[in-house]
């Protein structure tokens, strides 16, 4: 048996897609650094006929200004988004597995309901068939209600299929291989309606700071105009200072003789345009991206409200029709022991009490997944400065 706990812990410990988002942090760890690093120094040596003959040379790349600050800001940027998508990973994985299993739960509800059903319609069939035996009904009622009964076990073993099928899903979002059925679901989902909140509260995400999917995109625009300003700094290339010695001087002094030059890249060719243009063009993009996701994240919301509301409605409603489809199905049966109703309308009855009850399970397993989305809605991160 698993619970729902179990499952989701088991989802986040395992899943290939936390695995692929903590190697997306990685990876973005790993360019932070090698933004902070400087870069190597080259030796270079030569000899020649002409005095000094031996030079050994020291070239050190250096940045311009402002170049080291805004590679290092780039990067950090990219970090933090990477973290951030890392936690919304982590929270989409625990929040479909979340779902798997509410859904599961009431997939295996009902089928338990239906298997009870078509009891209830095997035991109905025995009751016409006592009916008959005492002149009380014909051979046709016998046969109504034996077909009855073969539709409710036919839909009884469908429901007991698909349950099976939403435990699979349980079962690979946690990795365990889906080729055999291994594992129970633990907890049940509650048929009273005292888990249901007023369908006329409208529900609220609080939170301060902004929503993960905003904060991601927030440093996506942070990085790329960190980038755009590096691309503009680097218009005159990357300078070097030399530093050496030269040895082997016939003739003249002896000993080692220092050298020490700068390099300055010469831009007669280019000024970095086309770097400067693609990242003016990421830049861009990033705003757009961020703009749309300020408003998928406004527009979800209300929707989750919306849908959450017009979720507890429904299932309060559902719970109110089950109560009296239920004593509509008790009071026909027993009208139809004492001859007082007909077969037809039992068969409603038992029909629609069915209906009922599946109906029931899906409003109130819908009810659970508004609250997971409201939740998943509500979280919050500092605000980027």
Do not use: C, K
Request: net charge neutral; no cysteine; charged share 20%.
């Amino acid at each position: 048996m698993v619970t729902r706990a179990e499952a989701v812990a088991s989802a986040l410990t395992t899943s290939t897609r936390h695995t692929l988002a903590r190697l997306d942090s990685a990876s973005a760890f790993a360019q932070w650094s090698g933004a902070r690093q400087y870069e190597n120094p080259s030796l270079a040596t030569s000899y020649s006929g002409a005095a000094p003959q031996a030079h050994f040379m020291l070239d050190v790349p250096i940045d311009w200004p402002g170049q080291r600050a805004s590679r290092i800001a780039a990067s950090r940027a990219l970090l933090g988004a990477a973290t951030v998508r890392l936690w919304l990973a982590d929270a989409l994985l625990a929040f479909d597995t979340d779902t798997a299993y509410t859904r599961g739960q009431a997939l295996d509800a009902q089928a338990r309901l239906l298997v009870l059903t078509a009891h209830d319609a095997d035991s109905l069939v025995t009751l016409v068939r006592v009916r008959r035996d005492a002149g009380d009904a014909s051979d046709l009622d016998v046969e109504i209600a034996t077909v009855a009964a073969a539709q409710s076990a036919n839909i009884a073993l469908t429901a007991l299929a698909g349950a099976a099928s939403a435990t699979l899903r349980v079962q690979l979002l946690m990795g365990i291989s889906p080729e055999s059925l291994l594992i129970a679901l633990a907890d049940s989902i509650e048929w009273t309606p005292s888990r249901l909140s007023d369908a006329r509260r409208m529900p609220r995400v609080t939170g301060a700071g902004q929503a993960v999917s905003v904060a991601a995109a927030t440093l996506d625009v942070r990085a790329a105009a960190e980038q755009e300003r590096l691309e503009r700094r680097r218009r005159l290339g990357s300078p070097a200072i030399t530093v050496g010695v030269e040895a082997i001087n016939p003739g003249g002094p002896g000993g080692l003789l220092p050298l020490v030059g700068l390099s300055l890249p010469l831009p007669l060719f280019n000024r970095n345009q086309a770097a400067i243009a693609q990242a003016q063009a990421d830049l861009q993009r990033s705003r757009a991206l961020l703009a749309q996701a300020e408003l998928v994240q406004q527009t979800a919301v209300r929707v989750a409200q919306n849908d959450a509301v017009a979720a507890r409605t429904r299932a309060e409603r559902s719970l109110r029709l089950l109560a009296a489809a239920e004593r509509i199905n008790a009071l026909s049966l027993l009208a139809y022991r004492e001859g007082a109703t007909t077969l037809v309308t039992v068969l409603e009855a038992q029909r629609t009490t069915r209906d009922a009850r599946v109906q029931s399970l899906d409003d109130l397993a819908a009810v659970q997944i508004a609250d997971r989305v409201l939740q998943l809605l509500s979280l919050r991160i500092p605000a980027v400065q």
